[in-house]
């Protein structure tokens, strides 16, 4: 794939799933940073139901997706190429989830760890925006909230 047809806008679905003060995340193994667990939103696919299925495909379990909590734009270099998301962030409930264990992950080149809420401010959570965005989105529950990885975002 050439430059010019790498240049798009990806969307993905990205679920907070908060249990006694700790964080779900995702791992890519042999990567630095964590992330939300989700992924791409399939064309004409609604957010919810990408949420739904990628948090299937990771999982094994269905979880339940709550409030729309914010959208975060990110761009970020991977392999020398340049990369721009439109991330929408939903709240999720992972029945019988346990933040002591951290969940079998069902896709091999990834892992799950619970993170700290009052530890994500030095964390490698990306986009990094959502270090400080969570903490609030659960200590206010308020929003929708927005947040941006672009050096020209205000």
């Not at 630095?32 to 989700?38: D, I, K, S």
């Not at 091999?108 to 700290?116: A, K, N, P």
């Not at 925006?129 to 903490?135: C, D």
Request: with cysteine; net charge negative; glycine share 12%.
């Amino acid at each position: 794939m050439g430059k010019q047809d790498s240049q798009h806008i990806e969307i993905i679905a990205r679920g907070v799933c908060v249990m006694d003060g700790c964080l779900l995340a995702c791992h890519t193994k042999g990567a630095a940073n964590t992330y939300l667990p989700g992924g791409h939103i399939e064309f004409g696919e609604s957010a919810i139901n990408a949420l739904t299925r990628e948090l299937g495909e990771e999982l094994g379990m269905r979880c339940e997706i709550r409030d729309f909590l914010g959208s975060v734009e990110h761009t970020f270099v991977q392999r020398g190429d340049q990369h721009c998301e439109i991330n929408l962030v939903f709240a999720v409930e992972l029945p019988g989830g346990n933040p002591q264990e951290a969940p079998q992950s069902r896709e091999d080149y990834i892992d799950f760890q619970w993170m700290e809420l009052d530890t994500l401010g030095g964390s490698n959570l990306e986009p990094s925006v959502l270090r400080n965005l969570i903490p609030t989105w659960c200590d206010v529950h308020q929003g929708p909230w927005w947040g941006s990885t672009y050096a020209d975002a205000k």
